[in-house]
């Protein structure tokens, strides 16, 4: 899985943020969508109040194109991707039952 990670408004990354992303979201995805050829893009901004925002969109292209995504804001940004990354969760586990379904 490719997941591009990138700051936003004079946003640093670092250097261990983006090893703690592609941790958590690979084990997100194996968990619902294993051995599939997804897309992810990890995006943090800060926005005008001080807070952080982190958006996350997933997706995988093929016969059918998926698109899920999360959105979190706090004061640090590892709790704001973590609260994206909860979100995107539900929205992948609510794809898997659809795809099972249909």
Do not use: W
Not at 27 to 32: A, L, T
Not at 36 to 53: P, T, W
């Amino acid at each position: 899985m490719k997941i591009n990670i990138y700051g936003h408004h004079m946003v640093g990354i670092g250097d261990s943020f983006p090893v703690h992303v592609n941790e958590s979201t690979q084990k997100v995805v194996d968990k619902y969508f294993k051995n599939r050829a997804l897309c992810a893009r990890v995006k943090i901004s800060k926005n005008n109040q001080e807070k952080f925002r982190s958006s996350i969109v997933i997706s995988q292209k093929g016969r059918k194109h998926y698109l899920v995504k999360g959105d979190g804001s706090s004061d640090t940004p590892y709790e704001a991707f973590n609260i994206a990354l909860a979100k995107m969760s539900t929205g992948l586990r609510r794809l898997k039952r659809k795809v099972a379904h249909h």
